[in-house]
């Protein structure tokens, strides 16, 4: 299949934005992966590279991992989808419980979407309120979409979005709103510290204001230091989304938290798929947790993106190079240039010699240190390219500069200089004004009056 046939069939011709040539640099980058095996994946013309984007985070134990892979082989034959649960699914949710103490019962899900989904509709049918205040990336369905730029055909709905750290824009919001649920993604690309005070004070201020607090884990779940960011800085979610890396690649996601607030399913709160049990995921989950929770897996992976950060940032450093820095804590970094140009042409020469980067590297428990040491060198050729071509990088790159995903444009990161603004393809000033309306009003949201029910712990 060639990609002038791809995109007649498929709009864009993907199914994951975050896949488009339009956000890799278009013109150098392959259209296509076709291949991957450990840290290692190959393109359409049989060209290897080190894997950074590793699957948008999913892939945290590398391609092609013979445990799972074995845990798959060993179910396929026998059937993988029944009409009943099988025995395994309270096995994989008895080990989560086990690992992440605040998710005392779940229910598996697919996608991470679905998952923030799940939490948000139980959030509401716990609380009986409707408000949600939002942090991060949360997927794209109706609730949160509503609050982005790309919201052609989402039903507005009372639910606003504060900037990550943002603690007194957060207070405010808790006393105006009344939110059934704050939801926010524990961290993106913030310090230690910054993470701790913003856990901490959440949690304080949600129990202050009788909100849920939702961590969505999608992201940093299974790649932060004991597993989940709430276990690390010891700060109790009511509710916790899990996906992406779980099952490593294997599509699965999970909803859980406090018995009390998941007993909701039990009544009239509807959360339910076909796939949720689906074997395949749920063995794979088992075998990727049943890695991950060595601690030398994750001790491992911290080490390989610490020391890609560290060379990174003294290459850059020791050139002088304005506003370019690599951050964020090691299992998931970004790099800053003050312009897609310049970052642009950095990934393309760092293509060039077989280092694959996208908008977030997540350092794997496959990348060893040769692959490591394989990537600073060609970091480090790269930002010196930037360097002499620094007044036009573009005159340069051979391809057009990558545009933002949409991540980047809903998530505010550190107070650093924003390196470039992404104008949405509609009439942003328009459909800003437009959220920012709905955002003011009242829900129009049909439903139970709100505090009709349980009132939050
Ligand atoms: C923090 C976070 N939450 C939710 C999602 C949505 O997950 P999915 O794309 O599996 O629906 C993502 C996806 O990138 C994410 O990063």
Request: charged content about 25%; overall charge positive; proline content about 5%.
């Amino acid at each position: 299949m060639q990609w002038s046939d791809m995109i007649k069939v498929l709009p864009e011709g993907v199914n994951t934005l975050s896949k488009r040539p339009s956000v890799h640099v278009e013109g150098v980058y392959p259209k296509f992966i076709i291949k991957g095996d450990g840290c290692n994946v190959w393109d359409e013309n049989g060209k290897k590279y080190i894997d950074f984007p590793c699957s948008l985070g999913a892939v945290v134990l590398g391609h092609n991992n013979e445990p799972i892979n074995k845990a798959i082989r060993d179910v396929i034959t026998k059937g993988t989808l029944f009409s009943l649960e099988h025995p395994k699914v309270g096995e994989l949710a008895e080990l989560i419980s086990g690992l992440i103490p605040s998710m005392e019962t779940m229910r598996f899900l697919k996608t991470g979407s679905e998952s923030c989904s799940a939490a948000v509709r139980i959030a509401r049918a716990f609380t009986g309120r409707d408000p949600i205040i939002c942090c991060g990336y949360h997927g794209w369905h109706e609730w949160i979409n509503c609050t982005t730029p790309k919201n052609a055909g989402s039903v507005q709905q009372d639910v606003t979005s504060v900037e990550w750290g943002d603690l007194k824009n957060l207070e405010r919001l808790l006393e105006v709103k009344k939110p059934a649920a704050f939801i926010t993604e524990p961290y993106i690309y913030a310090t230690e510290p910054e993470i701790e005070k913003w856990l901490k004070e959440s949690r304080r201020l949600c129990t202050v204001h009788g909100t849920l607090l939702i961590f969505d884990e999608n992201v940093t779940g299974f790649r932060t230091k004991k597993l989940t960011a709430q276990n690390y800085w010891n700060v109790k979610p009511d509710l916790t989304c899990l996906g992406k890396a779980m099952a490593n690649g294997i599509p699965m996601a999970c909803v859980g938290g406090r018995r009390d607030v998941m007993k909701v399913l039990e009544d009239d709160c509807f959360v339910s798929s076909t796939f949720g049990g689906d074997l395949i995921g749920i063995v794979a989950a088992i075998a990727a947790i049943t890695q991950l929770k060595q601690s030398a897996t994750i001790a491992h992976i911290w080490q390989m993106g610490a020391k890609l950060k560290t060379s990174f940032n003294n290459v850059a450093k020791s050139f002088i190079l304005e506003g370019v820095r690599c951050i964020g804590l090691p299992p998931r970094t970004h790099f800053l240039f003050p312009t897609s140009a310049h970052k642009s042409l950095f990934w393309a020469e760092c293509l060039k010699k077989g280092v694959f980067f996208g908008h977030a590297q997540f350092a794997s428990f496959a990348h060893n240190q040769f692959d490591v040491d394989t990537a600073c060198a060609a970091m480090s050729h790269a930002l010196k390219i930037v360097m002499k071509n620094w007044k036009d990088p573009e005159a340069v790159l051979g391809g057009k500069p990558a545009a933002e995903t949409l991540r980047t444009i809903t998530v505010p990161a550190e107070k650093v200089p924003v390196v470039e603004k992404v104008e949405p393809k509609k009439d942003s000033d328009k459909l800003v004004g437009q959220i920012a309306k709905n955002v003011a009003e009242p829900s129009k949201r049909r439903g139970r009056p709100a505090g009709s029910r349980n009132k939050p712990k």
